[in-house]
C-alpha cells in the first residue's frame, strides 16, 4: 500500500523568497503523484502531477516539482513567493489506475511580508 | 463550463437529524468520492465509487450514506448515528480511481 509524508506541518517563508514544501512517499509500484493547493473555505485545486513522464513537471502559479526515484521525492518549489500563495498544500500518491488516491496530512505555508 | 457542484456552501442542522449534502459533476468522470476535512486531521475518505449503482466504503463510513444512481450525482447523508459529523465536506471526481481528483468548493456543516 502507498504512503505519504509531508515534512512540516507548517512552513513560513518571506515574500520574494524561495518555497519548498517536502512530500515523500512509499509505493510498491511506480507511482503517481499530485500536488494540491488548498485556500480557506474552498475545495482542494490540482497544482501538478506527474504520471511517469518527465521528472520535473511544472504547475500553475509558477510551482514546479520534481520527483526523485531514489529519495522517494517529489517536493514542490517556487523560485519567489508571493503573498496568494500563502494556503494549506497536499502532496499525494497513487499507484496508477484502479488505486486509492492516498493525501498527506497537508502543510500549511505563511508568506510574510 | 465543466466543474463540481456542492450544496449548500453552509449547513446548520440540529442534533438527531439526517442530513444529505449534494454533490454533482459534469466532467462525464466514473468514479466519485467524498471527503472529511477536520482541522490539522487533513482529508479523510468516506465513500468513493467507481461507477454507477456501486460504492465502497473508504476510512470513515460509520453514520454515513451515499447513493449513486446516475454517473453526475453522489449525495451524501450524514445520519443521526454520525457521533461528531460538524466538519467541512468535500466532493471529488476522477475519470477513474487512482487518477487525479478535482473537487468541489465543499459544504460546511455545523450541527447543534
Known amino acids: 500500500a502507498q504512503s505519504v509524508t509531508q515534512l512540516g506541518s507548517h512552513v513560513s517563508v518571506s515574500e520574494g523568497a524561495l518555497v519548498l514544501l517536502r512530500c515523500n512517499y512509499s509505493s510498491s509500484v511506480p507511482p503517481y503523484l499530485f500536488w494540491y493547493v488548498q485556500y480557506p473555505n474552498q475545495g482542494l485545486q490540482l497544482l501538478l502531477k506527474?504520471?511517469?513522464?518527465?521528472?520535473l513537471v511544472k504547475g500553475i502559479n509558477g510551482f514546479e516539482a520534481e520527483f526523485k526515484k531514489s529519495e522517494t521525492s517529489f517536493h514542490l518549489t517556487k523560485p519567489s513567493a508571493h503573498m496568494s500563495d500563502a494556503a494549506e498544500y497536499f502532496c499525494a500518491v497513487s499507484e496508477g489506475s484502479g488505486s486509492r488516491l492516498t493525501f498527506g496530512e497537508g502543510t500549511q505555508l505563511t508568506v510574510n511580508p | 463550463d465543466g466543474g463540481i457542484t456542492q450544496s449548500p456552501k453552509y449547513l446548520f442542522r440540529k442534533e438527531g437529524q439526517n442530513v444529505t449534502l449534494s454533490c454533482e459533476q459534469n466532467l462525464n468522470h466514473d468514479a466519485m468520492y467524498w471527503y472529511r476535512q477536520d482541522p490539522g486531521q487533513g482529508l479523510r475518505l468516506i465513500y468513493y465509487s467507481q461507477i454507477v449503482n456501486d460504492f465502497q466504503k473508504g476510512d470513515i463510513a460509520e453514520g454515513y450514506s451515499v447513493s449513486r444512481e446516475k454517473k453526475e450525482s453522489f449525495p451524501l447523508t450524514v445520519t443521526s448515528a454520525q457521533k461528531n459529523p460538524t466538519a467541512f465536506y468535500l466532493c471529488?471526481?476522477?475519470?477513474?480511481?487512482?487518477?487525479?481528483?478535482?473537487f468541489g468548493p465543499g459544504t460546511r456543516l455545523t450541527v447543534t
Open positions: 506527474y504520471t511517469s513522464a518527465a521528472t
Open positions: 471529488a471526481s476522477s475519470i477513474y480511481t487512482g487518477y487525479e481528483q478535482y
